[in-house]
């Protein structure tokens, strides 16, 4: 083979690429070993090659790199929905099974009591006047305390309004009150003994005669005592 | 620097740029050369180095090479001789040993092909090719898949792979020599065979 030969048939490309049967093979490698053209165009042909080979390998690897980190951030985006819907549910089973197992069965049993027949203290509450305050003494299983009110005969309204003052500090309680059934009736407030702490109270009462119309009828003054 | 007379006296009086000349240049030949060996590839630089003891001795002995054009044949010569010696001496012992992987060894051995400049020209080569053609080197010579397969594969055939082959390489040699201002080891002269 010569080098005319070599370069027409692109020897140098179809030895690196593994094209030349045996003898041709053969023929080339001697004339490469001679020919310092041809030879000089293998070893270029080879270390482009060579790295050529490098080149594409480290990109692949930093393809692989660059899929395995977007998947590992995939993964951790998935694995942390994961955890909070985990943790979701603990709470929603704790809170589920706090509502079924100890709040419920606790109002149950609350409204099983109010709503069964029971006693409660009855008082009948004068009208603030000069002297001593009306003691009410409320016992410790005393549930309900009822308080009556004469309504005065010449002040008579289609609704009355109640409110019940403490001592400061203690939230006050404002009640409507429909206008006694039998005329010349007094106001009944039924009010849960919790509400009450030992101390002196004042009910205010109020005829209410429109939006814009609510004049203080009478007060009462009492204290409550706890025994 | 051509293989004449010249070239192998200052061969023999140990000019270094020659004697570098002589080793890189023949040193790459070989090691393409017993690439093409399946199985000769661990040899390689055990044969190149009695390769070039044996070539410089008989340079530098009485008679020397009657033809110093016929430096190349003899260097191939030479270094087929040293491999079916050691084809031998293995068959005779035996002792195939621990034959080395075939791609870790070509690694290893390509490694004094391979540098930082060289990769980035190369880089450079590959980024101007089109996706067929960059896919087609990639499939010949990182995963080395049967070059049918990877015509068929791509649906170019096998004049369009060498084609790619010797643009990208042509382009090589052309970037590698304006990268050092290199025009090359060897000058051009008139072939006469």
Known sequence: ?227 | MHFDQEYVRRLIAGDREVENHFTVHFGHLILIALRNRPGCERWVDDVRQETFRRVLSKLRSAGGLHHAERLGAFVRRVCLNVLAEYLREEQRDGSTGNVPDTIDNREDLEEELINSERKRLVEKILAKLTPIDRDALRMVFLEERDRSEVCRILGIDREHLRVILHRARSRFKERLARSRGWTGLFQKKSRDR
């Open chain 1, 1 to 227: 083979m010569d080098h005319q030969e070599a370069a027409k048939m692109q020897a140098v490309e179809r030895y690196l690429l593994g094209e030349l049967p045996a003898d041709q093979r053969e023929a080339f490698e001697e004339h490469f070993f001679e020919c310092p053209e041809c030879g000089e165009d293998l070893i270029t042909a080879a270390i482009f090659v060579a790295n050529a080979r490098a080149v594409l390998k480290e990109e692949t690897h930093q393809s692989v790199s660059r899929r395995t980190g977007a998947s590992n951030k995939w993964v951790t985006h998935v694995r942390r929905a994961q955890a909070i819907a985990l943790a979701v549910t603990v709470l929603l089973l704790a809170l589920s099974t706090y509502l079924l197992v100890v709040a419920i069965p606790g109002l149950k049993r609350e409204l099983a009591r109010v709503s069964a027949p029971q006693s409660y203290l009855a008082v009948f509450l004068r009208a603030a006047t000069r002297g001593e305050d009306q003691v009410i003494e409320i016992a410790k299983d005393t549930r309900f305390v009822g308080l009556s009110l004469d309504v005065p005969p010449e002040r008579v309204y289609g609704s009355y309004e109640c409110e019940l003052v403490g001592e400061p500090g203690w939230t006050g309680i404002a009640v409507r009150l429909a206008a006694p059934a039998r005329p010349g009736g007094p106001l009944d407030l039924l009010v849960p003994s919790s509400s009450f702490r030992p101390g002196r109270y004042t009910l205010i009462l109020y005829g209410v005669n429109g939006p814009a119309s609510r004049p203080e009828l009478n007060r009462y003054t009492f204290v409550i005592q706890t025994k």
